[in-house]
């Protein structure tokens, strides 16, 4: 009854610039944190970003000042503004959300960033 799609990831240079998007529809009632995680071949799963309801923020050292995640509580959406990024950077971004008091994921987004 509730699902987040995630959208946004591409093949982009090293330097570049991405935005992700993560749309919560469904049947929902409430909404509390949000967040990015992402996976890279071989790796755990790792929390990039997250968000309360009121705006708080906290990010994982690798992306602290690079990537910036926001959300809009009308439109049941999250965003990760990624930018100056690296190849290290490369993973499956997955959305998180706390949803009518249950943990929620999306399906992921594929982001490549080539040197």
């Known amino acids: 009854q509730v699902q987040l799609v995630e959208s946004g990831g591409r093949l982009v240079q090293a330097g570049g610039s991405l935005r992700l998007s993560c749309a919560a529809s469904g049947s929902i009632f409430t909404i509390n944190a949000m967040a990015w995680y992402r996976q890279a071949p071989g790796k755990q799963r790792e929390l990039v970003a997250s968000i309360t309801s009121n705006g708080r923020t906290n990010y994982a050292d690798s992306v602290k000042g690079r990537f910036a995640i926001s959300r809009d509580n009308a439109k049941n959406t999250v965003y990760l503004q990624m930018n100056s990024l690296k190849p290290e950077d490369t993973a499956v971004y997955y959305c998180?959300?706390?949803?009518?008091?249950?943990?929620?994921w999306g399906q992921g987004t594929q982001v490549t960033v080539s040197s």
């Open positions: 998180n959300a706390d949803i009518n008091l249950r943990d929620s």
